[in-house]
Structure formats: structure tokens, C-alpha cells
């Protein structure tokens, strides 16, 4: 496989399963010692990837591997302070270096406990998921849940490298591919109509090369953050989904016993966010009616109970990129084309999500 080198803001992503020789080439550039190099995981990483990464890079072999446990629900503060306690007490210092191995909760948390231990080490990230490779791991915003509210604290810290190997997707159960598969349909909306026409002639499971749409997912993210690094503006239309989306995933952390993942309740915000577009930002019906049919297709329906939708909205009060007493949305025109800052009632909001249950019940 081929291998692929993008170039984003101030570090290169390195993509393809030849990898491994970048890897060791940079940990000996850097004259990284086996005592100075730390790598987090969490039990699937550990299991699964660890053992590949660790066979190809002999320099890996005798670092020290920290764990945590899996989920959203321990992206949190306390997990951080053991994390910091951890290195501490291994003796990691300023020239230490932190391997994020993992899914996006790794890529959130360890990029966010190297970047404030000692006012900062450097890390990289290997990402093993779908989600976290074509997402999660690259464009610098790193940070934990509060209170199961969606990345109240962080701050905006680049790796110094990105090596992603689309192998380790193999170890993937079906969700995990879906969750990360709900960033690439996200990318092809907002992005490019020809692109999401291709992309939604296929479901997931009849994709064959998940490379070149891994390449092509980052050079679309890789896009916007370049030329917006600290999200203030432009960045923004990478949150199409995402607001209603967070509402969700916070709602079922809170509620239900297998929560949603975060692509699953980002796929509820595309299509949630899609119906918004149709009532304010004048994406035609027809379009609407496609992205709810592939939503649809693609996922499994969440059925929510009647008087969920004002939890929901309470949830989003706390949604980062509320302006006063509006909800602030990027939406659709049309398929290929965002609109950031849009303003939305609670009313129409409502009216989404009442959409959304109406298809799936």
C-alpha cells in the first residue's frame, strides 16, 4: 500500500500500513530514549494494536504502556490525574514523549494530559479507529468531558506527528466502523456534492478501500483547519452534526445503559441538522430526503421517549458554540455547500429531532 504524506498545520500525517519505518525513523531522529517514550492506551488498543506496533518498532518493545479504560465515560478529569500522577511517577519530564494510541478518547485525553503535564511534553498519535483517523487525531483540539457535556475543558495542542495504518481497522466490530463512517458522510456534505454522490451510491460494508477515503477525509478536514487553526471562523463548518449530534451522545451517557457512540449521535445530528438546513438555509427537500434515506440505511434507529426532546435542548445550552439565547448551527444550502453562524429557535430545533423520530419509529 501506497504510502500517503499530508502536510497539515505545522506537523505531517503519515498514512498507509508501510508505516512502521517512518515511525522508528522519527522516534531515532529525535534521539527518543526507551525511558523518555510513554504510550496510553486502553484494553482493545492494548490488545489488538499493541502488539503490531510494538513487533515493527523494536524500540517500542520496552517503553512504558499506561492504560485506561474504555469510553466516553471515563474522558474526564480524574482519568487525567491518574494519567499525570502515572508519568510522574515513571519520571517522564519535558523531554518525554506521549504515543496516543487508540480511539478518539485516547486522541482527546492523551493529547490534552501531554500538553498540560509540566506546561506540555510532545505527543503523536497512532489512531486505531475510523473515527479517530479520519478526525479525532488530527486538527490540534484536545480536552475532556465535564459533567458528561462534550469537551468543556481543553485546549488546542498539535501532535507533532500523525502515523494512521488502515490496517488496524480489521480489528473493528461494525460500530466502530460506523462511527468513524459518520465524519466521512459529514466531509462529503459539507465539502463536495459529486463526492457525497459517490459515496452514497455504496453502505460502508461494501467500501473496499477504506485508504482512499481516509486520504480523502483528511484532506478535506486538513482544509479547513490550515486555514483556521483556532476555530474561529471558517473551521466552523466542521461542526455540521455536531450540535445536535453532542446533545444526543450527552443524553445517552446519561441515560442509557450501552450509550451511543460518537459517530452514531453525530449521524442523528446530520440528519437532524439536514432538516434544520430544509426549514432556514433553503437546502431543497429533495436533498433532505436523500441524507435521511442514507442515514437511515446506514444506522441503526434511536428511539427516543416522548418527553426526551426538553432534556436534549437543555443539553445543548451548554453546547460551545451557543451565542446568547440562539443556537448557532452551520448548515446546509445545498449538498457541497455550509453556511456557518446560522441561528435556530428552539422551535425548529424541536421540529428536528420530532423529524428524526417520526422516519425511525
Request: hydrophobic share 40%; net charge negative.
Amino acid at each position: 500500500m501506497e504510502q500517503t504524506i499530508i502536510n497539515s498545520a505545522g506537523y505531517p500525517i503519515f498514512i498507509g500500513n508501510d508505516v512502521f519505518n517512518t515511525i522508528r525513523s522519527y522516534l531515532l531522529q529525535y534521539e527518543f530514549k526507551e525511558d523518555k517514550i510513554f504510550i496510553l492506551c486502553d484494553e482493545g488498543s492494548r490488545k489488538y494494536c499493541l502488539p503490531v506496533l510494538m513487533s515493527n518498532v523494536h524500540l517500542l518493545q520496552k517503553v512504558a504502556v499506561l492504560e485506561i479504560p474504555a469510553g466516553e465515560e471515563n474522558k474526564n478529569i480524574d482519568t487525567c490525574k491518574k494519567m499525570w500522577a502515572e508519568l510522574s511517577n515513571r519520571g517522564a519530564d519535558r523531554n518525554s514523549i506521549l504515543v496516543n494510541l487508540g480511539g478518539g478518547v485516547i486522541s482527546d485525553m492523551g493529547g490534552f494530559t501531554a500538553s498540560t503535564f509540566k506546561r506540555g511534553i510532545r505527543y503523536l498519535n497512532i489512531p486505531t479507529t475510523l473515527l479517530a483517523m479520519v478526525d479525532a487525531s488530527i486538527g490540534g483540539k484536545v480536552g475532556v468531558d465535564l459533567n458528561n457535556l462534550k469537551n468543556q475543558v481543553g485546549l488546542f495542542a498539535n501532535p507533532q506527528v500523525v502515523f494512521i495504518i488502515p490496517e488496524f481497522l480489521d480489528t473493528l466490530p461494525k460500530r466502530y466502523i460506523l462511527s468513524g463512517f459518520a465524519e466521512i458522510i459529514k466531509h462529503a456534505l459539507i465539502y463536495d456534492k459529486s463526492y457525497w454522490q459517490e459515496l452514497s451510491s455504496r453502505c460502508y460494508n461494501e467500501i473496499d478501500d477504506w485508504k482512499e477515503l481516509i486520504d480523502w477525509s483528511i484532506e478535506v478536514k486538513n482544509y479547513y483547519i490550515t486555514e483556521d487553526p483556532l476555530d474561529t471562523g471558517f473551521r466552523k463548518v466542521l461542526n455540521f452534526g455536531h450540535t445536535l449530534g453532542h446533545a444526543f451522545e450527552t443524553y445517552s451517557l446519561y441515560y442509557d445503559d450501552e450509550s451511543l457512540l460518537h459517530g452514531e449521535a453525530v449521524a442523528i445530528g446530520i440528519l437532524c441538522e439536514s432538516y434544520i438546513s430544509y426549514k432556514v438555509a433553503g437546502l431543497e427537500k429533495a436533498q433532505l430526503e436523500e441524507i435521511a434515506a442514507y442515514i437511515i440505511r446506514c444506522y441503526e434507529p434511536y428511539i427516543l421517549e416522548s418527553d426526551s426532546i426538553d432534556m436534549l435542548l437543555d443539553f445543548m445550552k451548554h453546547d460551545k458554540k451557543k451565542l446568547g439565547s440562539q443556537m448557532n448551527l452551520t448548515l446546509l444550502s445545498s449538498i457541497g455547500t455550509s453556511l456557518i453562524n446560522q441561528e435556530c429557535s428552539t422551535d425548529i430545533i424541536r421540529e428536528s429531532i420530532q423529524y428524526y423520530q417520526n422516519l425511525v419509529k
